[in-house]
């Protein structure tokens, strides 16, 4: 299993957050993540799962160590290049769905496509009919994203962040707000995005049957890896 | 409905807003029709003073002006005593000697579009025991025509009666009025100096202005000259046209290198008129840009509230890849929209304004509001208008463009 391809890795990451006061919230953090890996974030509330994703994200640069995706330095990159490794390499799940509620649920899956701008408009559109398709929701294409129950909310979101077949995948509690129908619904697309589409998927949760259904489990306590499972030892692909 | 990410949010973002869109559009079409109409009257104004200052003057006079003399007398033949007098204006006449030729140097100059010369008396139009004070000019009539336009005021008779009959007069409908004389009719004209002359009435004219109609009168130069008992040299004044009277100041510099006789520009002669006139259109000018302030103000404020409710979306775009230049991209084609559609607005309203002061009487010389469609004006308030609103939206833009979504995300 080692040797296969390493699509984030990171080398000493550490945090702090400076109010109230001086606090390390995660300290010296080093895994790999792999191609095609679903991976689970867990530990105890407050143990810094969401602070390490964050970092992970792109979107917080305000750590030291350094972070790697698809083996190039992101660390210490400018704002915008940033902002352009988020739209074409990660895409984001969150607990609560965060869609635009002005745009239809088509809209919302195509913006960050066509901001992308690397497919007509035409094939924006199909391509996220096509996510839609996986997602069983392709029939709420047109309806404004606000009228959607909270598990169509989420699938949307699902969708919009496969729109650029994104390498990684990352989720802060994407089951936390849905019944338990709703979530083996996410669960068991997660697994076919992992192991059929070959994008890695990295989720915290706190869910623990969500986590040992998951590849691999890196647990968290007081901002460090206390320890990493791996769940399906029998599954090899 | 083929659109660019960010031109697909900003106007589904407009769209959603409408009221909002429309308030803040409002509040521009107010600003900016408001600053249209009254640059529109402080223009229309100005130039109206202008022509009324350019219907007895031109750009550029020339005359001879008083001399104080010296307090010395020269010491005179053999008694050797000073004489101190004091100071005060010499009794030497105000004739501008040979003034053929200096009429000649000036329209040589290439920058001369016209000059004429003019000679100034004190008239008293006489009927019976009436008596009228009024200002005899005399000119050669087609010269001052073609600077003055006397014929378009003409009511009675015409210019070219005057041309060359040295018994001929036009004057003035207030004079006509008060000595009830007619076209053709004889009038005796007379002057401080004694002399009587009974001159037959070629035309009357009326500008409007009773300080003109009652008072003036237009006889050749050679009559003004009896009349004022000088020879042909005598002129009192060289009046020059330019091409352009805003520069007339430039002018009036060159043409004072010819001669030593006083030149002075039409702005200096009716200093007092334009004073007045710049306070008025500095005062208007002031008012209007701060309603156009007021209107920068509305869209910030509506920005700065839609961005602070819409920080959620803001986190998102970013977390899905749109950079700050996106956000401030984003918002600031919004402030556009709304500045475009509320100055186009507003030009419009502008219009309406003009349009019906320009149908308003106001009686006297004024007739109608001097009001009228400058484009330079509806130019100038749409590039303000749109720029306004552009650096009133940038402002809002660039605190979304810096929202950091992790923080909206933690809470
Ligand atoms: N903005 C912040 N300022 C200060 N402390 C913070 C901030 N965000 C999180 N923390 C602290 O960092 C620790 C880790 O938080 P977090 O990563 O949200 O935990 P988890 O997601 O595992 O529940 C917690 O003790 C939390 O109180
Ligand atoms: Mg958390």
Redesign the pocket.
């Known amino acids: 299993m080692k040797n296969r391809e390493i699509v984030l890795n990171t080398k000493g990451i550490g945090k702090y ?4 006061v001086k ?1 390390k ?2 300290d010296d953090i080093n895994f790999d993540v792999y191609k095609g890996e679903f991976l689970t974030l867990v ?12 970092c992970l994200s792109t979107m917080d640069t305000a750590y030291e160590g350094e972070l790697y995706i698809r083996e190039e330095k992101v660390t210490g990159k400018k704002p915008n290049e940033l902002a352009s490794i988020r739209n074409c390499t990660i895409g984001f799940i969150f607990q609560f769905h965060y869609l635009l509620p002005e745009f239809s649920c088509l809209m919302n899956i195509m913006l960050p496509a066509l901001k992308l701008n690397k497919y007509t408009y035409e094939e924006v559109e199909h391509r996220a009919y096509e996510k839609m398709k996986l997602l069983d929701i392709e029939d709420q294409a047109l309806k404004p994203a606000s009228k959607l129950s909270g598990g169509q909310q989420q699938r949307v979101a699902i969708a919009r962040a496969l729109i650029n077949d994104p390498a990684i995948i990352m989720c ?1 509690e994407p089951t936390g707000n849905l019944d338990s129908k709703n979530t083996q619904i996410v669960f068991e697309i997660f697994q076919r995005i992992c192991h059929e589409l070959g994008q890695t998927i990295i989720a ?1 949760t ?1 869910d623990l049957d969500f986590a040992k259904a998951s590849d691999r489990t890196i647990e ?1 306590a007081d ?1 460090k890896i206390i320890s990493t499972h791996e769940n399906n030892l029998g599954i090899v692909r | 409905m083929k659109r660019k990410a960010n031109v697909e949010i900003a106007i589904t973002h407009i769209v959603a807003r409408r009221k909002q869109t429309f308030t803040a559009a409002l509040g521009v079409t107010i600003g900016v029709g408001v600053y249209l109409f009254m640059n529109s009257l402080s223009a229309g104004f100005s130039k109206f003073s202008r022509d009324e200052i350019f219907k007895n003057s031109a750009h550029i006079k020339i005359y001879k002006n008083d001399e104080i003399c010296s307090p010395f007398v020269p010491k005179s033949n053999q008694d050797n005593i000073n004489v101190i007098v004091n100071p005060q204006i010499t009794t030497l006449s105000k004739k501008i000697i040979d003034p053929e030729n200096l009429l000649k140097v000036v329209k040589s100059q290439s920058y001369v579009t016209n000059a004429i010369s003019q000679v100034y008396f004190d008239a008293f139009y006489n009927r019976g025991k009436a008596q009228i004070r009024g200002t005899g000019n005399g000119v050669n009539i087609i010269d001052y025509d073609a600077m003055f336009s006397t014929g378009k005021y003409m009511v009675a008779g015409s210019i070219n009666n005057l041309q060359g009959n040295l018994n001929g007069i036009i004057i003035g409908s207030g004079i006509a009025e008060k000595l009830n004389l007619g076209i053709n009719e004889n009038i005796t004209v007379s002057s401080s100096f004694g002399i009587v002359k009974v001159m037959k009435i070629v035309g009357i004219f009326t500008t409007g202005n009773s300080m003109n109609d009652q008072a003036k009168s237009y006889v050749n130069i050679t009559t003004a000259q009896q009349f004022i008992k000088e020879g042909p040299s005598y002129v009192s004044t060289i009046f020059v046209n330019t091409p352009n009277a805003d520069k007339s100041v430039y002018y009036a510099e060159r043409l004072q290198q010819l001669t030593e006789y006083t030149v002075e520009d039409w702005k200096t002669t009716s200093a007092d008129l334009l004073s007045g006139d710049k306070t008025r259109s500095t005062l208007m000018n002031s008012i209007s840009l701060s309603i156009l302030l007021m209107t920068a103000f509305i869209i910030y404020n509506l920005l700065s509230s839609t961005i602070m409710q819409k920080i959620n979306d803001i986190a998102i775009l970013k977390a899905t890849g749109f950079s700050g230049r996106d956000v401030i991209s984003i918002f600031l084609m919004e402030a556009i929209i709304m500045g475009l559609i509320g100055t186009i607005m507003g030009l419009v309203l502008g219009a309406i304004l003009i349009w019906i002061m320009s149908g308003i009487y106001m009686g006297g010389p004024v007739g109608y509001f001097p009001i009228s469609f400058e484009l330079s004006l509806f130019t100038q308030s749409f590039v303000l208008g749109i720029v306004i609103t552009t650096c009133a939206g940038y402002f809002p833009a660039r605190n979304a463009a810096n929202v950091d979504p992790v ?1 909206i995300f ?1 809470k």
């Not at chain 1, 530990?43 to 964050?54: F, M």
């Open positions: 957050f400076y109010d109230p606090f919230a995660i530990g105890k509330s407050g143990s810094g799962k969401s602070t390490l994703l964050y802060d915290v706190h968290l901002g | 923080e933690r």
